[in-house]
C-alpha cells in the first residue's frame, strides 16, 4: 500500500483481557519498529524487526508484551492480560534502511 | 548512554515570527538525523533526513541543519498551520531510533 496501515485504530478491553493490533507495512521496507505513546508523552521504543535478523526487543516493557513478524510483511503486537497502564497509542512505523521511517496513525488502546 | 534532548519544550511564535529549535545528541556512530512533525491524534510525519555534518536540507517554511553534536531546524515566516509537535530521532549502526521528547510549536495568527 501508500502508506503504513494499523488495525484497529481505535481498541477499549477490559483489564484482564489479551489484546492484538496489526501492522501492515510500506511494501518492500525490511524494518519495522513498534513504539508507544502515552498521552502528552513521547515515543517509546518497544520492538524493531531487520529483515530476517533476530529482533531487537530491548524495549518491550513486560513478558505480557510480544510481537510477530511474518517475513518482510505484517506484524502484531500483542498485549496480554491487560493493565490499565497499557493504555495508550501504539504506533507503527517501516522503514528501508538506512533512509527515514513512515509511521501510521496508530492504535489509541484504551484499557477499563 | 545514548540520549537525543530537544529545547525549547515548547515555543510560541507570532505568524511571521522566524526561530530555530535545537536537537542534541550524544550518540556515537550516527546513522542518520531525522525530523518528524507531529499533529495531535496522529502519527509523526516524517520531514528530513540528514547524514552528515554540514548537510542541510529545505522544504517550504522549514530548514534543517546539522553539525557533528546537533540539529537545528529553522522556521521562517511560520503560519498557523506549522502549529506542532516536531521530534527529532538519531539512528546508529545497526539499531532503532532514538526519539527525543519534542519541541511543541504554537504559531498565533
Known amino acids: 500500500g501508500a502508506g503504513v496501515s494499523q488495525s484497529p485504530s481505535n481498541k477499549v478491553t477490559e483489564k484482564g483481557k489479551d489484546v492484538e493490533l496489526r501492522c501492515d507495512p510500506i511494501?518492500?521496507?525490511?524494518?519495522l519498529y513498534w513504539y508507544r505513546q502515552r498521552l502528552g508523552q513521547g515515543l517509546e521504543f518497544l520492538i524493531y524487526?531487520?529483515?530476517?535478523?533476530?529482533?531487537?526487543k530491548s524495549g518491550l516493557p513486560s513478558d505480557r508484551f510480544s510481537a510477530e513478524r511474518t517475513g518482510e510483511s505484517v506484524s502484531t503486537l500483542t498485549i496480554q492480560r491487560t493493565q490499565q497502564e497499557d493504555s495508550a497509542v501504539y504506533l507503527c512505523?517501516?522503514?528501508?534502511?538506512?533512509?527515514?521511517?513512515?509511521f501510521g496513525q496508530g492504535t489509541r488502546l484504551t484499557v477499563v | 548512554e545514548d540520549q537525543v534532548t530537544q529545547s525549547p519544550e515548547a515555543l510560541r511564535l507570532q505568524e511571521g515570527e522566524s526561530s530555530s529549535l535545537n536537537c542534541s545528541y550524544t550518540?556515537?556512530?550516527?546513522?542518520?538525523l531525522f525530523w518528524y512533525r507531529q499533529d495531535p491524534g496522529k502519527g509523526p510525519e516524517f520531514l528530513f533526513t540528514?547524514?552528515?555534518a554540514g548537510e542541510e536540507k529545505e522544504k517550504e517554511r522549514l530548514k534543517a541543519t546539522l553539525t557533528k553534536k546537533e540539529s537545528f531546524l529553522h522556521i521562517t515566516a511560520p503560519k498557523p498551520e506549522d502549529s506542532a509537535t516536531y521530534l527529532c530521532?538519531?539512528?546508529?549502526?545497526?539499531?532503532?531510533?532514538?526519539f527525543g521528547p519534542g519541541t511543541r510549536l504554537s504559531v498565533l495568527p
Open positions: 550518540v556515537s556512530g550516527l546513522r542518520g
Open positions: 512505523a517501516s522503514s528501508l534502511d538506512p533512509s527515514g521511517a513512515f
Open positions: 530521532a538519531v539512528r546508529y549502526y545497526g539499531q532503532n531510533f532514538v
Open positions: 524487526f531487520q529483515g530476517n535478523s533476530a529482533p531487537d
Open positions: 540528514l547524514y552528515s
Open positions: 511494501s518492500g521496507h525490511t524494518a
